[in-house]
């Protein structure tokens, strides 16, 4: 039985102050919510802040990204140790990361074994852009990025991998639940001729893009997806809480 997640990636978004008023709701809201994961991954900026004011809730702190050495010379980055000391989760692999600071299935592969050497929990994301879809590539996308980010990575059970097809992200436009089921198959599988059948099926594989309040228990309630990464809606306290909120329901009521 895989828990689900629903994890939110607050991007490049909120002030100190409206972060720290983002988790004071949440933490009111869905802090009383159990059954599944609930993740929120503010900049780097405010995660010391966001993570005090959710200290002792069942709300966990995660990051948007992370680089793959500590004590080196990489001015403005983060390494995955300090990162450790702060935050339990780490976004790796965003294709905002991917599209637009060039980052590669390489740095990928780099930063989830760091990641996972420092006691953090990865959140690998993998996805075609539009132009890959429409020529029939969604498949070899997806297994051409799952296997780049996982060569070599020695998987803990519960590994969490995010589906989002970057046409999806920030339109207003989402997979059909469907879609989404038949990728995460592929990635799944995918997973499997690597690591084994056994562990691929304790993998976590959320679907990500433009998910909503509205949408959430469509994408719940499909068995093989296991949680959303959840960018637009997670900036506000009552869309993210409803879309927790459903998807909870929806997963406890087909357990
Ligand atoms: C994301 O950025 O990971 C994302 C899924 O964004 P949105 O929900 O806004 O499409």
């Given at each position: 039985m895989r828990t689900s997640v629903i994890a939110g990636n607050w991007k490049c978004h909120t002030r100190l102050q409206s972060a720290m008023a983002l988790a004071a709701g949440l933490r009111e809201r869905i802090?009383?919510?159990?059954g599944l994961e609930k993740v929120v991954c503010p900049p780097f900026v405010y995660l010391a802040a966001v993570g005090e004011a959710l200290r002792g809730s069942s709300i966990s702190l995660g990051s948007q990204d992370v680089h793959w050495?500590?004590?080196?010379?990489?001015?403005?980055e983060v390494g995955p140790r300090m990162l450790a000391e702060l935050a339990e989760y780490v976004i790796i692999g965003h294709s905002e990361r991917r599209?637009?600071?060039?980052?590669t299935d390489e740095m990928v592969n780099r930063k989830v074994k760091a990641a996972l050497a420092a006691g953090l929990k990865p959140l690998m994301c993998v996805g075609e852009v539009l132009q890959e879809r429409q020529a029939g590539l969604t498949e070899e996308v997806l297994v051409r990025q799952a296997r780049g980010g996982l060569t070599g990575v020695e998987m803990p059970d519960g590994f969490i991998i995010a589906y989002e097809p970057v046409w999806a992200i920030g339109t207003g436009t989402p997979a059909t639940d469907a879609d989404a089921a038949n990728a995460i198959a592929v990635i799944r599988r995918e997973v499997a001729s690597m690591s084994g059948f056994a562990k691929a099926e304790t993998v976590r594989i959320l679907y990500g893009g433009s998910v909503t309040p509205e949408n959430i228990a469509e994408f719940m309630s499909r068995s093989d997806i296991d949680g959303a990464l959840v960018g637009?809606?997670?900036?506000k306290v009552d869309a993210f809480s409803v879309i927790v909120e459903e998807a909870a329901r929806v997963k406890a009521g087909a357990s």
């Open positions: 802090g009383g919510i159990d050495q500590d004590d080196v010379a990489a001015t403005g599209h637009q600071f060039g980052e637009g809606a997670s900036l």
